[in-house]
Structures are given as C-alpha cells and as structure tokens.
C-alpha cells in the first residue's frame, strides 16, 4: 500500500509563489508516475502536471510558463513549484501516483 501526504498548501496573494510537496510512504520505490490534479469549486478534478520517473513531464496549458514539476526519487517526493498564481488558481491540489494512488489533498487560495 501507498500513502501520499501533501503540504505546502495556504493563502497567498495574486502574483505570489507557492511550493507544493508530495511525500510517498509505503510501496513507494519509483512511483511513476507521480503528478498534481485540482479541483476547484463545482469543477471537475483535472490534471495540473505529472513526472515520470525518467523525468519527462506533461503539463497542463493553463500552467505552462508558471508552474514547474519535479521529484526526488531517493525521497519519494514531489514538487510542484507555483509561480504568478492567478485567482483561478483556487483549488484543493491532490498529488497522485501510478494512476491509482491520492493523496487527501491540500487548499491553495489565491486572493488579495
């Protein structure tokens, strides 16, 4: 079994950073791959970006250019680096692994 913990998650003002973790725990050697969904407000979850385990990586249009995905494999951990964060930003950010594994998620707020 796989347990995904996240944090980094909060309020920040329009224009700000944040740095999103994904620690696996468990049967976590080499998860691929490993990547963030959102699910903002009445809205379907989707997928923000993923990694996989040679390093290559997907991401979504609306974050191209501001959002940046990486992991640390001896630590099973993932990173989502947000930057120039948007009001439309505002989800709950769920980290995911092997197309089977969630996370419980965490709330990121953008508002001034």
């Known amino acids: 079994q796989v347990q995904l913990v996240e944090s980094g998650g909060g309020l920040v003002q329009p224009g700000g950073s944040l740095r999103l973790s994904c620690a696996a725990s468990?049967?976590?050697?080499?998860?691929?791959?490993m990547g963030w969904y959102r699910q903002a407000p009445g809205k379907e979850r989707e997928l923000v970006a993923r990694?996989?385990?040679?390093?290559?990586?997907n991401y979504a249009d609306f974050v191209k250019g501001r959002f940046t995905i990486s992991r640390d494999n001896a630590k099973s951990t993932v990173y989502l680096q947000m930057n120039n964060l948007k009001p439309e930003d505002t989800a709950v950010y769920y980290c995911?692994?092997?197309?089977?594994?969630w996370g419980k998620g965490t709330l990121v707020t953008v508002s001034s």
């Open positions: 990694i996989f385990i040679g390093g290559s990586t």
């Open positions: 468990g049967n976590s050697f080499n998860l691929s791959p």
């Open positions: 995911h692994a092997a197309y089977l594994y």
